[in-house]
């Protein structure tokens, strides 16, 4: 069974890190387009951040960078992102996701009718 697991999400201070995990079975990660995607409510699924199917190049939205890292342990098949100085905005149910033969950018404009999705981790940022 495909499947792939989002976890680390939770609650934090403004200012604060989290660091998520995705752990894929059924299939390897390698040589798949990966990344997260958000969703705060009332707003459309945002890709925060996504790396391309030949692992050469990373996309950072605007809304992560400087302050969000992806990384990926392809022994371990898992998806990570470090979140830092977190803000009330970046709360939203963060979801990873895989797809075959994208580039970082499209990757992180893939529908969700494409490709395999997680469940999602809730993410809340609050004093």
């Known amino acids: 069974q495909l499947q792939l697991v989002e976890s680390g999400g939770g609650l934090v201070q403004p200012g604060g890190s989290l660091r998520l995990s995705c752990a894929a079975s059924?299939?390897?990660?390698?040589?798949?387009?990966i990344g997260w995607f958000r969703q705060a409510p009332g707003k459309e699924r945002e890709g925060v951040s996504c790396?391309?199917?030949?692992?050469?190049?990373?996309y950072y939205a605007d809304s992560g960078k400087g302050r969000f890292t992806l990384s990926r342990d392809y022994d371990k098949n898992t998806l990570y992102l470090q979140m830092n100085s977190l803000q009330p905005e970046d709360t939203a149910v963060y979801y990873c996701?895989?797809?075959?033969?994208?580039?970082?950018?499209?990757?992180?404009?893939?529908?969700?009718?494409?490709?395999?999705w997680g469940q999602g981790t809730q993410v809340t940022v609050s004093s």
């Open positions: 996701a895989a797809r075959r033969f994208a580039t970082a950018p499209n990757m992180c404009r893939t529908s969700p009718t494409l490709g395999y």
């Open positions: 790396i391309s199917s030949t692992s050469d190049n990373t």
């Open positions: 059924g299939f390897a990660l390698r040589g798949y387009a």
